[in-house]
């Protein structure tokens, strides 16, 4: 396989998912949420890629914070 291929199978596979869970919240395609994104990244010259590294960074966050646990005693 090409080296392309290989990165890209290597971010589709183990991306910080952003743009589902954005998609899932909002109740649509997660492929709308990806244009958009490639969208705002070219028209404002890198705002759109800063914004997603900034969501996939506080998304990480938030799960960190609220994890589910299932007894007091998982502290």
């Not at 998609?23 to 492929?31: D, M, N, S, V």
């Not at 998304?59 to 007091?72: A, E, P, W």
């Given at each position: 396989?090409?080296?392309?291929?290989?990165?890209?199978?290597?971010?589709?596979?183990?991306?910080?998912?952003?743009?589902?869970?954005?998609a899932e919240r909002l109740g649509i395609r997660a492929?709308?949420?990806?244009?958009?994104f490639i969208y705002l990244t070219f028209v404002t010259?890198?705002?759109?890629?800063?914004?997603?590294?900034?969501?996939?960074?506080?998304?990480?966050?938030?799960?960190?914070?609220?994890?589910?646990?299932?007894?007091?005693?998982?502290?």
């Amino acid at each position: 396989m090409n080296i392309f291929y290989k990165l890209l199978y290597y971010f589709q596979k183990r991306g910080f998912e952003v743009c589902r869970r954005i998609a899932e919240r909002l109740g649509i395609r997660a492929r709308v949420v990806r244009t958009s994104f490639i969208y705002l990244t070219f028209v404002t010259l890198g705002f759109g890629f800063a914004l997603y590294l900034f969501l996939a960074f506080w998304l990480g966050i938030k799960d960190l914070m609220y994890t589910k646990r299932t007894s007091v005693f998982d502290l």
